[in-house]
């Protein structure tokens, strides 16, 4: 199995490390990966500004980096998702239409690929602590995603997950929603991080590194005992 790996931008630049270790997670579950060095956005972030025109043109070179791949894997169901769900809309009966389809039906979000399309949910990861998970919006509504993370994270010797309350209720990041709105957002964020500091939980585990990232700005500020790891992260551990 081959596939071309998709690394959001802003795990390019503020979590490389979930990048690198979304690679060893592949590669243990026997997947020979491909990097495309010439990839950058898929345009969300543009996107959902209102930024359509700049939108399509970052979305058009996505498509052109990733087509030569049989299948794509990236570790953001928000990113995978602007793929599946707006993508049409932007290149329906444009030049672009067969390869936006085929994409479309070829781009997996991580955990998605792993339980679904390889059927894989032991990775041998160890890592012993408590942990509960927060369920980003656009895993949940936008690309379908809720027990493949849960599946795989049971699998993890020595974790203990606790589910938190309201676990698919939004954090408050939403991309530019946590700019233009920062009350509300920050509001949003102490609920999140209240309920998962009632758990006992010394991790809040994602799917999504911008929730993940959203939420660890406020725990940082209000220094909270609390940490946050994206699920590629927990999988490619080894105690």
């Known amino acids: 199995m081959e596939v071309g790996v998709f690394i959001p931008c802003f795990i390019d630049q503020v979590y490389p490390q979930t990048g690198m270790n979304m690679v060893k997670v592949l590669e243990k579950a026997g997947v020979r990966v491909h990097y495309n060095s010439d990839q950058t956005c898929c345009g969300q972030m543009a996107f959902n500004g209102g930024y359509w025109d700049e939108a399509k043109c970052v979305a058009e070179k996505f498509i052109r980096d990733f087509m030569q791949y049989k299948q794509v894997v990236g570790p953001s169901a928000s990113c995978i998702g602007m793929v599946r769900n707006y993508y049409p809309g932007m290149f329906d009966n444009s030049a672009l239409h067969n390869e936006n389809r085929q994409l479309g039906r070829r781009i997996f979000e991580l955990t998605d690929y792993l339980v679904n399309i390889l059927k894989v949910e032991d990775l041998g990861a160890s890592f012993s602590t408590k942990a509960t998970i927060h369920d980003s919006c656009a895993a949940l509504r ?18 203990e997950i606790i589910e938190m309350q309201d676990t698919d209720v939004c954090c408050g990041f939403g991309g530019t929603f946590s700019v233009k709105h920062e009350a509300i957002a920050t509001a949003m964020a102490e609920q999140k991080v209240e309920n998962a500091m009632k758990t006992g939980a010394e991790y809040i585990i994602s799917t999504e590194a911008s929730c993940l990232m959203h939420l660890e700005g406020y725990i940082t500020r209000n220094n909270l005992p609390l940490k946050v790891m994206h699920i590629a992260d927990v999988l490619a551990k080894e105690e």
């Open 142 to 159: 936008e690309y379908g995603l809720k027990d493949e993370a849960r599946k795989l994270l049971s699998k993890v010797k020595g974790l």
